[in-house]
């Protein structure tokens, strides 16, 4: 078993800065791919941002200048600061990791309960 769980969400003023992190725990041998999705009220989910296992990243244009993201496979967690926060960027966000298992060794998608950002005056 596998459990992915995000934290760090909650209300900030335009202009504002959080850091969203999403530690996975459970029968883990590797990691690969993690990313970041979000997924406002009546939209569809859009993946936000995504790293490799060799620190490869991508970002959604809507994203990129204003959100990092990064890894620390020793924590088996993955992180997004995201700076210049927009009113646009309200959503819950969810994490999302390839998961090697160490029972069976094979490899599944995984996903977080998602957290809450909030971008509002």
């Known amino acids: 078993q596998v459990q992915l769980v995000e934290s760090g969400g909650g209300l900030v003023q335009p202009g504002g800065s959080l850091r969203l992190s999403c530690a996975a725990s459970?029968?883990?041998?590797?990691?690969?791919?993690m990313e970041w999705y979000r997924q406002a009220p009546g939209k569809e989910r859009e993946l936000v941002a995504g790293?490799?296992?060799?620190?490869?990243?991508n970002y959604a244009d809507s994203v990129k200048g204003r959100f990092t993201i990064s890894r620390d496979d020793a924590k088996n967690t993955v992180y997004l600061r995201m700076n210049s926060l927009k009113p646009e960027d309200t959503a819950v966000y969810y994490c999302?990791?390839?998961?090697?298992?160490?029972?069976?060794?094979?490899?599944?998608?995984?996903w977080g309960q998602g957290t809450q950002v909030t971008v509002s005056s």
């Open positions: 999302n990791a390839d998961i090697l298992s160490k029972t069976d060794y094979r490899l599944r998608k995984s």
């Open positions: 459970g029968t883990i041998f590797s990691i690969y791919a």
């Open positions: 790293v490799t296992k060799d620190r490869s990243t």
